[in-house]
Nanobody, 127 residues
């Protein structure tokens, strides 16, 4: 059983930065891949990035015109049971509720593949 709690969201001006954190409970957290998703009002939840259990592999969504990979960085500190999402050069279209999720699959990229979810943290980017 893994419980996830996100933090670090807030209101930021366009061009600014935020670092989201996903803190997990459970002694086996290092056995789980952790992903970040986001959901804007009226839209489906969409994949942003995932990191493998050991942190050696990452994958970012590649469907955006403006590359998330160029602006966002996912990382983890298993000693602290925490995964981070560093977001730089934020844009208004990044406004959404951001969720972290965990699963034992290697690098899951769809919501249905994840077993555990956090409650989400709001990110609002003002233009």
């Amino acid at each position: 059983q893994v419980q996830l709690v996100e933090s670090g969201g807030g209101l930021v001006q366009a061009g600014g930065s935020l670092r989201l954190a996903c803190a997990a409970s459970g002694r086996t957290f290092s056995s789980y891949a952790v992903g970040w998703f986001r959901q804007a009002p009226g839209k489906e939840r969409e994949f942003v990035a995932v990191i493998s259990w050991g942190g050696s592999s990452t994958y970012y969504v590649d469907s955006y015109v403006d590359s998330v990979k160029a602006r966002f960085t996912i990382s983890r500190d298993n000693a602290k049971n925490t995964v981070y999402l560093q977001m730089n050069n934020l844009k208004s279209e990044d406004t959404a509720v951001y969720y972290c999720a965990a699963d034992r699959r290697p690098l899951p990229r769809t919501p249905d593949e994840y077993m555990y979810w956090g409650q989400g943290t709001q990110v609002t980017v003002s233009s």
